[in-house]
DNA sequence: CGATAAACGAGACGGTACGTCGCGTCTTCTG
DNA sequence: CAGAAGACGCGACGTACCGTCTCGTTTATCG
């Protein structure tokens, strides 16, 4: 590949276009949604002509992917995530203020993509990995810590579980067009997840029965 | 309505054009998604002008819509379903083949309306009374149930847990885009549901772990 | 054609929208000359879509070669032009300021669509008739009558003589770019036309010379 | 210029590329006439890049302009012409198969230009110059010696006459699009020229009347 | 029972976005 | 530096769809 570009003569593909259309467009997707979003506008937007744009993505709608592609930056890896030693703690630990605004806006911008997806079903894993698989695997991998420090049984269904929480929040922002607050995240958390790997949230008392 | 209809002089509407319009239309947006559906399209097949289609729907959005709202027919009321004696046996029973079919259907149409309920904010809750609500209904009716028997705790986190089912499943088909089978669903009955109101599935062993 | 004109339903075609058209692309076409002429500036000129265009005439040549063939009004026709008894005084007459004006404009537009003619050989007749034929047609009858009047001699090429002045006209108009007026007109009829038919100019002197 | 050209460092203009890209566009320009000519088209069959043409034409319309120059080429001066001793005979002399094809090709190519005079006002002249002068010339020159010789009349409108035949053949080959060949130059000749300066051909009965 | 009025299939209408292509300029690399 | 290659901003092209509006015809109710 690199080969391949070097060796190719002519001017180079301006490298800041790029990122100038997508920060267009994904502006534009912001204000006026998927439909109302205008590859002229865009280009426009981003001082660019049509044909740059279309030299890049063959379609408005593969635009508009690589944009939500561009929005995977809300610092959610494993990493950063502190140890709270509980795994309550390390759930509710993922309720950021920024962190919920980024999910809501990818949610919002996912929206737009749906129906897209049934004539694109080559984009169907990118659009997976960009959106949903971050969340998803940091709650995975905080179950497995909290089975690895015996909190939780082995044989919870950890694949499932872990998409949980981004299911209901997708469900909640796609179909249901509420909010998702920290109030519904908790209220998975307390009223799903801890219940389905055996802990029964404090509130409730200590379960003597069964 | 029918007074003013009565008075009114002309031609009656052709009660009939109203449900071959409306297949048509669903028929469309079954093949070829919703933005690949054209309104002319939709007449041709319905053998109607456009006028007609307009005379009846404002808009696209309306007409898909409301095709989408024809489809509630999946026969799943809490009465068509027998009383299995355990919170298990009631969801697995859920679980017929032309009901996930049924569901599948409902949920690809909704992933064109998807785009659609961002700019038409009204028609949220139609969509939500249509595509969701019935089996979130059942599933409640399902847990209260369970409840009212003890088989289950009464402080569980009912309405949450009854949505759990459905989000994960439009996850899966407007997002993940896998298809909704028998083993998903009982994945998530297994894995979420029976553990979260305190039932360890049988194929564990008796919890002695722990 | 008026038969299945009248069989076919659906809304007929508004006849007003051609002449706004076509009126439109002669007021650009003026204006701005072929080139600059932009179909959306027509339409909107026009006050109509572009499809409503495009519906009439598949291209842009097209709708110019119609436009052009619409400015065959110049009142030029045998009938109303006055027998003055001369050949010399026939000719003159055609030089009406009116006529003069008309035939610069028609050239003016010609001068766009000689370009075409090489793509399309299949508009070469129409241009044909509507541009040149008209006053190629005037002259020949005016010859012919002298011919009958015992004027000039029976035979003279009338058919190549009746070219001559549109020819130069055309010459003098899209290639030379000065202006026909009647200084120049008369130049081919005394300098030209009637010394080729054997009359002899009358301030020259009465041909003793040879 | 010389000077100049020699301080100035760097490389050299390459001076092949000149005729190089004149031929190509002469080549695209009589197969798909003007508009269908692209510059990237006349680029590339020259294996030039398109800085390079536009290095030495400042737009599509002088370089168009330029190739035509370039066709001048159709030895016609006058002293390659005979002195036949009789001004038909001079005039005869003029068609040559070569000089013909020459002519046609030139006013082919003046087709394209037509319409760009019209926005150029300022190229009128050159290409006047290059497609019309030089035939006009030489029929101007033989007129002149026709007089000298005293074959004809002294008060002859030379100017006039001498435009006859050029303008009769652009208007043949723009207009009417039927190719200029011998039967209709010597139509001309026979037809206008010749009458017009008061010889009549021999076909003819010596003109007693008049 | 004829007049009136609305609904019907068909399709033209004014708009607007799409994706393509050409112009003339600018940028990169090679000789 | 010139030259080949080709990306860039711009803007017109011709297509497709939206939602509205006529057409001529059919069907129902009112006078």
Same mark, same amino acid.
């Given at each position: 590949? /690199?080969?391949?570009?070097?060796?190719?003569? #002519?001017?180079k593909r301006d490298a800041s276009r790029d990122p100038a259309i997508l920060d267009a467009a994904i502006e534009v997707l912001a204000e006026t949604g998927y439909e #109302?979003? /205008?590859?002229?506008l865009v280009a426009a937007r981003a001082k660019a002509g049509k044909? /740059?744009?279309?030299?890049?993505?063959?379609?408005?709608?593969?635009?508009?992917?690589?944009?939500?592609a561009c929005l995977k930056t809300a610092g959610l890896d494993p990493d950063s995530l502190p140890d709270t030693g509980t795994l309550r703690g390390d759930l509710v630990a993922m309720?950021?203020?920024?962190s919920i605004q980024d999910a809501q806006r990818k949610m919002q911008v996912m929206g737009g993509l749906v129906s897209m997806l049934t004539r694109h079903p080559e984009l169907v894993e /990118?659009?997976?990995?960009?959106?949903?698989?971050?969340?998803?695997r940091v709650t995975?991998?905080?179950l497995r810590r909290a089975i690895d420090r015996g909190e939780i049984r082995a044989d919870v269904d950890v694949d499932t579980l872990a998409l949980v929480s981004s299911s209901m929040a997708a469900h909640r922002t796609l179909i249901q067009r509420k909010?998702?607050?920290r109030a519904f995240l908790i209220s998975i958390i307390d009223g799903v997840l801890l219940p389905a790997v055996g802990i029964v949230p404090e509130t409730?008392?200590?379960?003597?029965?069964?």
């Open positions: 590949m /690199t080969e391949a570009e070097a060796l190719r003569p #002519g001017r #109302g979003m /205008t590859i002229d044909a /740059t744009v279309y030299r890049r993505w063959a379609s408005k709608n593969e635009l508009v992917l690589e944009a939500v309720i950021k203020p920024h /990118t659009a997976q990995e960009v959106i949903v698989e971050p969340r998803v995975r991998f905080l909010p998702v607050d409730a008392e200590p379960a003597a029965a069964r």
